[in-house]
């Protein structure tokens, strides 16, 4: 018999397709974030479900008495939106999907860099609005990114192509902070130095971007206090979870000019995004794109697959994370 699989939004065609060919497959034909009350219903009734960023699996959710759910194949690396302690419990695998988008998010990182340190947001929006009066010395200055100094905060795999593109391209001088200690190897690679503490990285960094998990561990690690430890005009990069940083502080340092800029591509409580963030200056706003293009998201769903059907087979998965993850 097939196993009964839940997908829980549309995914690229091809790879929705081979899934298809693999499992007695369900999708959410609305591709609509699915609720608390119909994720936990569907514990009940699949062996396995598929979910993204947008499904809150929290606690409350796992918290039945029949589960026939055995796996959760989340179509991500980010899996924060899971409370991987109560799966473990309940005996469920979780796998995601990293490395395949290592690369695509670093892209984004980088392009966040650049557009917000060169006000490219506030120019397209200058001319498309009719605004653009002519070249002048003076118009739209922004920060040059060449030979800046860039802190990474979460020095994992997206973080090295982020520090990768930034040295070889941009000549930029590299500031790790890490939760445990890079091989010098790893670092030697894009000439980093590995600091201690946030503080060291904020203190003499020009772009700061984040590249660490989110969830509760890391809620608000760029608080108040280490917005205002950031030099004056460096800017902040955020394509890792919007929780990670205080997002009214964030505005408030931007509308005092304290940093010269931001740019974000996930916010806390997305896809809502605060009105204080939507009026600061010298910030540019993207949709949660990171991962977004047709070769990553065609390999997130053929590594979910290769996950699935390891599983279903008996095998250990290629991605199985741990609860402590
Ligand atoms: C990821 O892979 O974590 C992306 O942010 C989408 O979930």
Redesign the pocket.
């Given at each position: 018999m097939r196993a009964k699989v839940l997908l829980t939004r549309a995914w690229p065609e091809e790879v929705e397709a081979e899934l298809a060919r693999k499992v007695d497959l369900t999708r959410n034909e609305h591709d609509r974030p699915m609720t608390q009350a119909e994720l936990r219903g569907a514990l009940g009734v699949y062996d396995a479900i598929l979910p993204?960023?947008t499904d809150r699996l929290d606690a409350a959710v796992f918290d039945r008495a029949e589960i026939r759910t055995r796996f959760l194949g989340n179509y991500?690396?980010?899996v924060s939106h899971i409370d991987l302690a109560a799966a473990a419990a309940k005996g469920i695998a979780v796998t995601n999907?990293p490395d395949v988008?290592s690369d695509c998010t670093a892209d984004l990182a980088m392009t966040l860099i650049l557009m917000t340190a060169r006000r490219a947001g506030e120019g397209e929006r200058e001319l498309r609005a009719g605004l653009w009066a002519g070249w002048r010395p003076t118009h739209l200055v922004g920060t040059k990114v060449t030979g800046a100094t860039l802190g990474i905060i979460g020095f994992g795999r997206i973080g090295q192509a982020l520090a990768a593109r930034a040295h070889r391209g941009f000549g930029m001088k590299i500031l790790v902070q890490n939760r445990s200690a890079v091989a010098p190897q790893v670092l030697a690679e894009v000439g980093a130095a590995q600091v201690g503490t946030v503080e060291e990285l904020l203190a003499t960094s020009d772009f700061v971007s984040l590249h660490c998990p989110g969830g509760a561990a890391n809620r608000h690690l760029i608080d108040a206090g280490r917005i205002a430890a950031m030099r004056p005009g460096a800017i902040l990069v955020n394509t890792a979870r919007g929780e990670v940083v205080d997002e009214e502080a964030l505005a408030g340092a931007l509308m005092a000019g304290a940093i010269g800029g931001a740019g974000l591509d996930?916010y806390d409580g997305e896809p809502q995004v605060r009105p204080a963030l939507l009026a600061a200056p010298n910030t540019v706003l993207l949709p949660?794109l990171?991962?977004a293009t047709s070769a990553t998201r065609a390999a997130?769903g053929r590594r979910v697959i290769a996950n699935l059907t390891a599983f279903l087979a008996g095998r250990q998965p290629g991605d199985l994370i741990g609860a402590r993850a």
């Open positions: 993204t960023v991500g690396v980010g999907t988008l996930v949660h990171g991962s997130m």
